[in-house]
């Protein structure tokens, strides 16, 4: 294939997270609102340009008070800071369809480097004889490089929240006309 602009489709896309909470557990969320610039050949993405911006309004974990107290100055602070952005660098080939992406990732106003895992899941056309396309990421970063450093400690040890936060994204695209 060759290198094509790409249009995510939110309604078969995700962005999910996962943070230690207690030191025992785990607490999961998503982000609902969230769209990508891809430009790509998904059969080698070592050349493709990849934007993704991340309303972080839209958190989700299911727990209306904890979501309003993420997007509160104690944490995300999202009248300053309204969005993740993330901006391609690097990528490297690691296997078949498998690649490390590298890029600037952007949250807090703080912009640090920040490798993510993607696996091209594949290529089709939908019953209506549009191309599509499917990747799938993972990755993680420590919360307290971007200053969101709020947390408790705990009478037993230990604090509240973990620092160390793994994302999972499911991409569709549809090559644009």
Known sequence: MAKSKWNVDPTHSSIDFT??????????????????QIEADPEDLTSADIQLQVDLSSIDTRNNDRDNHLRSAD???IEQHPKLTFQSTQI???????????????????T???TFSVTFEGAGK????????GFSGQGKLKRSD???????????????IGDEV?????????KQA
């Open 146 to 160: 971007y200053g969101l450093t709020y947390n408790a400690v705990l009478e037993t040890g230990g604090v509240l």
């Open 19 to 36: 943070i230690k909470h207690m030191m025992i557990a785990k607490v999961k969320g998503a982000f609902h609102s969230f769209e990508a």
């Open 166 to 174: 793994k994302f999972t994204i499911e991409i569709e695209a549809s």
């Open 92 to 110: 490297t080939k690691t296997g078949d369809g498998e690649y490390d992406v590298t890029g600037n990732l952007t949250l807090h106003g703080v």
């Open 112 to 114: 640090r480097s920040e």
């Open 126 to 133: 939908d019953p209506w004889g549009n191309e599509k396309v």
């Open 75 to 77: 944490f995300f602070d």
